[in-house]
């Protein structure tokens, strides 16, 4: 019969070499779910990116579409800006158009109520 510790010296190291094999497959049990953890990512990453790819597509034709647009109102701004100025020029030239033949209308009114008033009193004004 063979004893198979025959010291404490040989416990230890019995239990030492126990020791590093449950550490071993304590460390074995750890990359592997570390594995499956990096597997599922990696689907995960995968699947977002068959996802975003066709949203950034679309996304980017409709700024282009809403770019077109804002070209076309920026047009349409500026012949409006182009038509107010013809109307307010237009305006201007109705206004002195017609002001001043207005103002000497009522300037020689004023003349003639003037010149009427010292005909009838005969008083001069000075």
């Not at 239990?15 to 449950?22: E, H, K, N, S």
């Not at 689907?43 to 647009?69: H, W, Y």
């Amino acid at each position: 019969m063979a004893i198979l510790a025959t010291g404490a010296g040989d416990v230890a190291l019995i239990v030492l070499a126990a020791f590093w094999g449950l550490l071993v497959l304590f460390l074995c049990y750890v990359l592997v779910k570390t594995v499956a953890v990096i597997a599922s990512t990696q689907m995960l990453i995968d699947g977002i990116r068959q996802e975003t790819v066709p949203l950034l597509s679309e996304g980017k034709g409709s700024v282009e579409r809403a770019n077109r647009e804002l070209d076309r109102v920026d047009g349409m701004l500026e012949s409006a800006g182009e038509i107010v100025g013809r109307v307010e020029k237009l305006s201007g030239l109705i206004e002195h158009a017609a002001s001043s033949p207005l103002i000497k209308l009522i300037s020689f009114g004023a003349g003639l109520r003037k010149a009427a008033s010292r005909f009838a009193g005969g008083k001069s004004k000075k």
